[in-house]
């Protein structure tokens, strides 16, 4: 009896910590009046958030919450949300940016990757008053639980767990939020559509660590669709599409598998890409990441154990219509994160040792002219950093698999250094900024 009751007591105590220690399991963000964000600690509930209005840095934030199975806390927040842009679009010209945050992550007034992304919101708002397109920036912070345990120690162990449920996230809700997002985007062609004028609207999504295998598995059938596109009257000797405008994944923690057959579509007959073909997918992911780069590795080994896999004959492209014979084994693909996977890496991103210099007449236009005459093997001077070419893929493809230098970011949560900001708002402004209305 004594036993018994000494293992009960035992069990009673383990089953306190344990779910003393569980993250909150509920939304953050349960206001659905609009509140005015001036500093850290305002709106700390409230789900649409309007910065600096009328202001230099003014941007709009919007919360989006889910559960474990995938399904939106409270569709309340998403109706919000369109409510509040919908008519937005419809007048103004925006830029649409979506966030999705990683392991150890949630929508928490204190979570750091929401400080972060509002200033990438501020940075692309200021570009765009200083760029002649002008559109009013509006920002979405998908929330999920990133955190299912807050103890130190403990909460490393979830790894795997919240893997399962960052796909689990992605294979539900996700795909519809960002597809109505999508959307908002189109709004004002539709009210234009009597005197129809050039879209000049654009949207990014933005996925971290598990955040990019959500919104991976939520877009990866989307992606393959739109490269192809079978729509009445449209060829394969046009563009290939994408979730609106470009979709960056920065240090994403999902199989380099995965990604095969968005890659070999790519390279498919080594095509050619027109000059006005602009980035659709970036994948960003640091060389010294040890969370993808060696965790995640060790982990697949034994998941992988009773998988058979076999080598599958591929290519890459030394030019268009010149391709190299290439293997891969699908076990080490199945193991290793597409950004640790040596033979679907398309370029480097290096710091530069002096920053280029911008005129003050510097029109991202031009940049994104400078784009388009890209050469294989060759490389592209942002403002801090320089984006190498391996030569595995034709210019213009667009799809870059990119592997980080360490000093730009040094591991799996450093994806905010002032330089990849830099980076990504270019990138941003590149695959976003209108083409001249003649090609439009």
């Known amino acids: 009896m004594m036993k018994i009751s000494r293992s009960l007591f035992l069990v009673t105590v383990l089953s306190a910590l344990t779910f003393s220690a569980c993250a909150q399991n509920s939304p953050y963000r349960t206001n659905y009046q609009s509140c005015t964000y001036t500093q850290s600690g305002d709106c700390a509930n ?20 889910f559960d474990d199975q995938g399904q939106l806390w409270d569709r309340k927040q998403l109706h919000n949300m369109l409510d509040t ?63 299912s345990l807050t103890v130190p120690v403990m909460k490393h162990i979830t790894f795997w767990d919240r893997k399962n449920t960052a796909h689990k996230v992605g294979q539900q809700g996700v795909t519809e939020v960002l597809l109505r997002l999508e959307e908002i985007v189109n709004a004002k062609a539709g009210m234009d559509a009597a005197k129809p004028q050039p879209l000049k609207s654009r949207f990014v999504t933005i996925g971290h660590s598990f955040g990019g295998a959500i919104l991976y598995t939520a877009l990866q059938q989307i992606l393959e669709d739109r490269f192809i596109d079978s729509r009445t009257h449209k060829t394969s000797t046009g563009n290939a599409n994408g979730l609106g405008d470009l979709v960056v994944l920065m240090n994403p ?50 998941s992988t154990f009773f998988e058979t896999h076999t080598t599958i004959h591929r290519h890459t492209c030394e030019k268009v219509g010149k391709d190299i014979p290439m293997d891969i084994a699908e076990g080490q693909a199945d193991r290793h994160t597409v950004g640790h996977f040596s033979p679907y890496l398309t370029h480097r991103l290096i710091p530069l040792t002096a ?24 490389s592209f001077l942002f403002e801090n950093t320089e984006l190498i070419h391996l030569g595995k893929t034709v210019p213009n493809n667009p799809y870059l698999n990119i592997q980080v230098d360490t000093h730009l970011i040094a591991g799996h ?18 695959s976003t900024t209108p083409l001249e209305q003649s090609v439009e």
């Open 413 to 430: 949560n450093d994806i905010w250094h002032d330089h990849i900001v830099s980076f990504v708002r270019d990138l941003i402004m590149i």
């Open 253 to 302: 923690a999902f199989e380099a598998l995965r990604y095969a057959t968005l890659y070999d579509i790519s390279q498919d007959y080594c095509r050619g890409y027109f000059r006005t073909q602009l980035p659709k997918l970036a994948i960003l992911t640091s060389e010294t990441d040890r969370a993808t780069g060696w965790a995640f590795p060790a982990g697949r080994l034994f």
């Open 85 to 147: 842009y919908r008519p937005i679009a419809g007048v103004d010209d925006v830029l649409l940016v979506t966030f999705i945050h990683g392991w150890h992550h949630n929508a928490s007034p204190e979570d750091g990757n929401i400080q972060d992304f509002r200033h990438l919101l501020a940075d692309l708002s200021q570009a765009e008053t200083d760029n002649d397109t002008k559109r009013k920036v509006l920002g979405v912070y998908i929330g999920w639980r990133g955190e």
């Open 46 to 65: 409230h789900a649409v958030q309007h910065h600096a209005p009328g202001q230099p840095g003014e941007y709009y934030l919007s919360f989006i919450e």
């Open 355 to 378: 920053s280029t210099k911008r005129s003050k007449d510097f029109n991202y236009r031009s940049l994104q002219t400078l784009w388009a005459e890209q050469q294989a093997s060759g």
